[in-house]
């Protein structure tokens, strides 16, 4: 199959890969899928053998413990703040704010 027929297939059948075609609704649960995607991938493929190479790089037992247990530490720190902040606002502008602090959180990790 060509570039010029695969790019003819996309455009004719697969309506999901082009998410401007989509409801706000629709875009929205493709946007999650691929950031839960992402996600599984850190998490699972990263992640995982990140010790490992710090390690091997000659890391202390310490900065290893600090660096498996770091992430749930920010995010036990940064979800009350986050709670608070969707809970006291009755509108939906709680959302941006709670995720805002959640991705603070995985970006102080």
């Known amino acids: 199959m060509r570039l010029a027929d695969a790019k003819r297939f996309i455009r004719t059948n697969a309506r999901w890969l082009q998410p401007a075609q989509l409801s706000i609704v629709n875009r929205n649960i493709l946007y999650l899928t691929l ?6 991938l850190m998490m699972g493929g990263i992640f995982s053998f990140l010790s490992v190479f710090l390690v091997r790089l ?5 900065q290893t413990s600090l660096l498996t247990s770091l992430p749930a530490i920010v995010m036990v720190i940064a979800s009350p703040p986050a709670g608070l902040s969707s809970r006291s606002s009755a509108t939906s502008s709680g959302s941006p704010t709670s995720s805002a ?3 603070a959180g995985r970006f102080c990790w």
């Open 35 to 40: 950031d839960t995607a992402v996600q599984g």
């Open 101 to 103: 602090s959640f991705t």
């Open 58 to 62: 000659g890391a202390t037992t310490l």
